[in-house]
Nanobody, 125 residues
């Protein structure tokens, strides 16, 4: 079992920045592919970004490309999501997830075996 805990959420003004962290514990041997998703009230869970186990491959939703950056520090068992130029439509609970392999399904929830509880990001206008 792998436990994932997100942190770094909060309230920011439009145009501002936040950096989210996802710390992994438990059975963390080996490098999981990792993803970030978000879910706003009344909406489906939405893919945001993914990164391969080595960090060599990344993938972004079109809505965040150029504004968000996913990265990882495997020595710290931590994945990050740097969010810049935030918009009100970015408001959501952000969740990180771990997958056993990299594949095209990293853009969907089906790829992932473990999920964190989420951290709230609120962007005010």
């Amino acid at each position: 079992q792998v436990q994932l805990v997100e942190s770094g959420g909060g309230l920011v003004q439009a145009g501002g920045s936040l950096r989210l962290s996802c710390a992994a514990s438990g059975r963390t041997s080996g490098n999981y592919a990792m993803g970030w998703f978000r879910q706003a009230p009344g909406k489906e869970r939405e893919f945001v970004a993914a990164i391969s186990g080595s960090g060599g491959r990344t993938y972004y939703a079109d809505s965040v490309k150029g504004r968000f950056t996913i990265s990882r520090d495997n020595a710290k068992n931590t994945v990050y999501l740097q969010m810049n130029s935030l918009k009100s439509e970015d408001t959501a609970v952000y969740l990180c997830a771990a997958a056993g392999a990299w594949g095209e399904a990293v853009v969907t929830t089906l790829q992932y075996s473990y999920w964190g509880q989420g951290t709230q990001v609120t962007v005010s206008s």
